[in-house]
Nanobody, 134 residues
Framework: QVQLVESGGDSVQAGGSLRLSCTAS??????????MAWFRQTPGQEREGVVS????????????DYADSVKGRFTGLIDYNKNGMHLQINGLKPEDTAMYYCAASSSPLETTSARLMARSYDYWGQGTQVTVSS
C-alpha cells in the first residue's frame, strides 16, 4: 500500500526559505518507475502543480519540471536514501501560502502538463501547511 507523508511546513516571514519533505512507503523511489510531484492548494482553489519529478528512463536520474509561477525559487530534489523527495522553497512570498501536497503516480506521464495535473496522480499525502507573512 502506497503512503506519502509530508513534513516541513511552517509559518515564516516573506523572503525566508523552507524545505518540505515527502517520505514514501509502498514503492521504492530508487526503482525509478514512479512519477512524483508537489502540489499546493488554497481554500476554494484547485490544486496547483508546482514541481514534478519523473524518471525519463531506467538508470537515469529523475528529471524535474517546474510550473512557470515558481521557476527560480522552487527546487525539487529526489532523496533515494530517505525514499522520498524534497521541495526547497527560497524567497518565500505571501502568495506561496498554501497547503502543500506530494503525489505519486505509477502510470507514465508523458508531458509536462500531465505531470503537473492533479488528476494524473493516484496517491496523495495529507499535506503540510506553509504560511508566509509579509
Amino acid at each position: 500500500q502506497v503512503q506519502l507523508v509530508e513534513s516541513g511546513g511552517d509559518s515564516v516571514q516573506a523572503g525566508g526559505s523552507l524545505r518540505l519533505s515527502c517520505t514514501a512507503s509502498g514503492f521504492r523511489v530508487r526503482d525509478q518507475t514512479v512519477f512524483m510531484a508537489w502540489f499546493r492548494q488554497t481554500p476554494g482553489q484547485e490544486r496547483e502543480g508546482v514541481v514534478s519529478l519523473y524518471p525519463p528512463r531506467p538508470g537515469t536520474n529523475y528529471y524535474v519540471d517546474y510550473a512557470d509561477s515558481v521557476k527560480g525559487r522552487f527546487t525539487g530534489l529526489i532523496d533515494y536514501n530517505k525514499n522520498g523527495m524534497h521541495l526547497q522553497i527560497n524567497g518565500l512570498k505571501p502568495e506561496d501560502t498554501a497547503m502543500y501536497y506530494c503525489a505519486a503516480s505509477s502510470s507514465p506521464l508523458e508531458t509536462t502538463s500531465a505531470r503537473l495535473m492533479a488528476r494524473s496522480y493516484d496517491y496523495w499525502g495529507q499535506g503540510t501547511q506553509v504560511t508566509v507573512s509579509s
